[in-house]
């Protein structure tokens, strides 16, 4: 009897390493730089200029997309990542974060 619980004990040790170290290994993701999420806030304006073409809003989101990538470009990403937010803000599409 002594033996079956330590290999019960045993089996119930190696379940509970495998698991945590597959729960370890996903759970590394990189986060995103700054810059990636510039390209991917645009590119989501981008899609949601195409999706949204009739929102009343379009010409001021395409003005505040444009400000966005300059803000980006000009290593101010910060600033260019809340006016792209706020263009697909106007178009009533929220902003999706990637998981970070």
Not at 63 to 79: D, E, I, Y
Not at 86 to 93: C, D, E, I, S
């Amino acid at each position: 009897m002594h033996r079956f619980w330590i290999s019960v004990t045993g089996a119930l040790l190696s379940i509970s390493l495998i698991t945590a170290a597959t729960g370890a290994s996903s759970a590394k993701v990189a986060p995103l730089t700054r810059t990636e999420r510039c390209t991917n806030l645009s590119r989501q304006v981008d899609e949601a200029l195409e999706t949204h073409a009739a929102a009343t809003q379009v010409t001021a989101a395409k003005a505040l997309q444009r400000k966005g990538n300059r803000f980006c470009a000009n290593k101010k990403q910060a600033q260019g990542i809340r006016m792209l937010a706020n263009a697909l803000k106007l178009l009533g599409v929220t902003p999706i974060d990637p998981v970070q």
